[in-house]
């Protein structure tokens, strides 16, 4: 089993930043790709960022330029830091861990969630 902890979300005014952290543990490897997602109230759950085994990210067009996904050299925590952040950015941020060869969105471990808050 994958375990996978967040923090770092919680109350920020428009334009402010925020940096939010996802450790993995438990039976992980450190050959894996990570994401984070975000679910905005009302809305279907989207990728906002994706870091691949390989070093490569993929960001949603729609945070493209305002997020930065990395991760730590043992490959076990991964970061997503975001500026200039509006209040439509307001929703649940979700970590999510695969150690598949090809990255699949049908085939994740997921973590529990973190708040993001952004008041107007």
């Known amino acids: 089993q994958v375990q996978l902890v967040e923090s770092g979300g919680g109350l920020v005014q428009a334009g402010g930043s925020l940096r939010l952290s996802c450790a993995a543990s438990?039976?992980?490897?450190?050959?894996?790709?990570m994401a984070w997602y975000r679910q905005a109230p009302g809305k279907q759950r989207e990728l906002a960022a994706l870091?691949?085994?390989?070093?490569?990210?993929h960001y949603s067009d729609s945070l493209k330029g305002r997020i930065t996904i990395s991760r730590d050299n043992a490959k076990t925590t991964v970061y997503l830091q975001m500026v200039s952040l509006k209040p439509e950015d307001t929703g649940v941020y979700y970590c999510?861990?695969?150690?598949?060869?090809?990255?699949?969105?049908?085939?994740?471990?997921w973590g529990q969630g973190t708040q993001v808050t952004v008041s107007s």
């Open positions: 999510t861990y695969t150690d598949r060869t090809i990255w699949s969105p049908r085939e994740l471990y």
């Open positions: 438990g039976a992980i490897s450190s050959i894996n790709h």
């Open positions: 870091i691949t085994r390989y070093g490569t990210t």
